[in-house]
């Protein structure tokens, strides 16, 4: 279901340290999946996708991992900076329809 | 090379006045989203609209809220009469071909406040 109003969940890392922020998403018959990047007071900025046949994605200091038999989908970012503080959501996409978002996590990076 | 644009930035109304939001796509780009997104949530899906055709509108309300994407022009996302409740980001989000996990990129937003 779908979380009103309640806080974000928070992951606080190391700099330096690899990060891991999942997300499970609903619909099993999504074509692709995307994590997005938002800082406040932005719109968010698109970080990586994966179609719906693939199990795994590596971009610039990201891994997108897709789970279909859970519904899971996580994203790695390693060697973890402070400009990679903001929030994260994953989106999931099916042919033309728009996307849905999960309700996002943040990410807190300490020095 | 632009990306998508929305005007004006923040938008401050009174109950009962309207709010109009303004979207360019990105070049080349003929398919525009807007979404809704309240205060520590994730974006919510309104409208989807092409040039001069609404493709979804599921996600919008029924009364007070409307859009276009005319054939020259910004897509309009336009609100009448408004109330507290449509206080939230507006953002709009545009794609060359959706659905070839072509991501949506998204503009900076439409902060409206109603007092």
């Known amino acids: 279901g779908e979380s009103v109003g309640l806080h974000l969940p928070t992951l606080s890392v190391q700099e330096g340290d690899n990060s891991i922020i999942n997300c499970a998403y609903s619909?099993?018959?999504?074509?692709?999946f995307i994590w997005y990047k938002q800082e406040s007071g932005k719109g968010p900025q698109f970080i990586i996708d994966i179609r719906s046949n693939m199990d795994k994605r590596q971009g610039q200091r990201v891994t997108v991992l897709l789970n279909k038999t859970v519904k899971h989908l996580s994203l790695q970012i390693a060697a973890t900076q402070p400009g990679d503080s903001a929030v994260y959501f994953c989106a999931e996409g099916t042919g033309r329809r728009a996307l849905t978002f999960g309700s996002g996590t943040r990410l807190q990076v300490q020095p | 090379n632009a990306g998508v644009m929305q005007n004006p930035r923040h938008l401050v109304r009174r109950r009962g006045q309207e709010a109009r939001l303004r979207c360019s796509p990105m070049?080349?780009?003929?398919?525009v989203y807007w979404y809704r997104q309240l205060p520590e949530e994730g974006l919510k899906f309104m409208v989807y609209?092409?040039?001069?055709?609404?493709?979804?509108e599921s996600g919008m309300p029924k009364e007070r809220f409307s859009a276009e994407f005319p054939k020259e022009g910004p897509s309009i996302l336009r609100i009448q009469q408004v109330v507290r409740g449509d206080s939230a980001a507006y953002f709009c989000?545009?794609?060359?071909?959706?659905?070839?996990?072509?991501?949506?990129?998204f503009g900076p937003g439409t902060r409206l406040l109603v007092l």
């Open positions: 609209l092409q040039k001069e055709n609404i493709i979804d």
């Open positions: 619909n099993s018959a999504s074509d692709y």
């Open positions: 070049k080349g780009h003929s398919h």
């Open positions: 989000a545009s794609s060359p071909v959706p659905g070839q996990a072509e991501a949506q990129y």
